[in-house]
């Protein structure tokens, strides 16, 4: 039988590469929700007082982190690629919002801070380049609403 | 010096209604990231095999967790403020992707499960309208790039 079981283990196991599923559940009587996709820790998600009280991650800031996130993955696996090493890659998103509703980013800035001795700021700007027009799916999902820029330094 | 203290305290602190922030850290060779917000539990963001090795969230999952919140924010501000009682919301979102680059996501689904005794289906109806037209600033960015639709269910 354990041949089998394994099989269908593996058969239920969801395809990334074509579908993703995340769930929420309120938790209080405000918008205190735990986030969750299997297999991982919950995240615990909020908004700012008086709506709600700061217990969490708010919507824009797990945007900030999505963003910030698959453009770092683009990059790094461009310049891996391109056989250069990387010993160190911290990225900041500082997202400005809009005054009038809707009040979502008018302009993300990205902050990359790359360690690595043989990666020059003419290969990081073409693995960008890369990232921005095909390769980040977060990035072109939020083509023509938000004004992204980036801005880069390189420790040897 | 106490009042002084707590005055400079209170203005270092975020105007989250205006900016906000959030970074990430490299963790390994591959693409495992630690990401951060001040004030909350870090998360584990990471790709799947062979890129990664799935030890936390994608950038796509956390996409839809903030795509999630946003709307269920919204949609429970709005219900409260019409005096609704809500004694339980659960939302699971379902993101398909392109198959070609950017594998962005095509269609985004929200399954939407409100337990409220006195929100009818045409108040839902409603406010999600002012979410999806006004109030979510979630929503709003992802506008034009990707078709997003949303089912619901209420058990009275």
């Known amino acids: 039988m354990k041949p089998f079981f394994k099989k269908k283990i593996m058969n239920t196991e969801p395809d990334k590469?074509?579908?993703?599923?995340?769930s929420i559940s309120l938790l209080n009587d405000k918008l205190h929700f735990k986030g969750k996709v299997d297999g991982n820790q919950p995240i615990s998600i909020d908004y700012t007082p008086p709506l709600g009280d700061n217990l969490g991650y708010t919507s824009l800031e797990l945007l900030l982190l999505s963003l910030s996130s698959c453009v770092g993955s683009a990059m790094l696996t461009f310049l891996r690629k391109m056989q250069k090493t990387i010993t160190a890659c911290d990225i900041s998103a500082k997202g400005t919002r809009r005054e009038e509703h809707p009040t979502c980013f008018k302009t993300i800035a990205l902050y990359i801070n790359l360690s690595s001795p043989d990666t020059t700021?003419?290969?990081?700007?073409?693995v960008l380049k890369l990232s921005e027009e095909t390769y980040?799916?977060?990035?072109?999902m939020l083509k023509g609403n938000v004004e992204i820029s980036v801005i880069h330094s390189i420790n040897s």
């Open 121 to 126: 700021s003419e290969d990081l700007n073409k």
């Open 17 to 22: 590469s074509k579908e993703l599923t995340a």
């Open 136 to 140: 980040c799916p977060v990035w072109a």
